[in-house]
């Protein structure tokens, strides 16, 4: 799934990802893989997993979308 960092609580570590469909789902730190925590931004493209959690939907295996290279 594609999605959007829409918050992100640094000092709690955790933050909210706006699916391609609308949807906004939480994805914990610890979740984040390819990439720091603390380096992803507000508005910045990612790729996760969605699984359904105790509360909810959540987002795992999320990874920093990263541009193609133009050939």
Do not use: Y
């Not at 959007?4 to 933050?15: A, C, D, P, Q, S």
């Not at 914990?28 to 507000?42: C, E, K, N, P, R």
């Not at 493209?45 to 509360?55: A, L, Q, S, T």
């Amino acid at each position: 799934m594609t999605g959007t960092i829409k918050r992100l609580v640094t000092e709690r570590r955790f933050g909210f990802i706006r699916t391609q469909d609308g949807q906004e789902v939480f994805f914990h730190a610890s979740a984040v893989s390819g990439s720091d925590f603390h380096s992803l931004s507000v508005g910045q493209e990612v790729n996760c997993d969605i699984e359904r959690g105790d509360k909810g939907l959540k987002a795992a295996n999320v990874r920093v979308r990263r541009e193609q290279p133009l050939s």
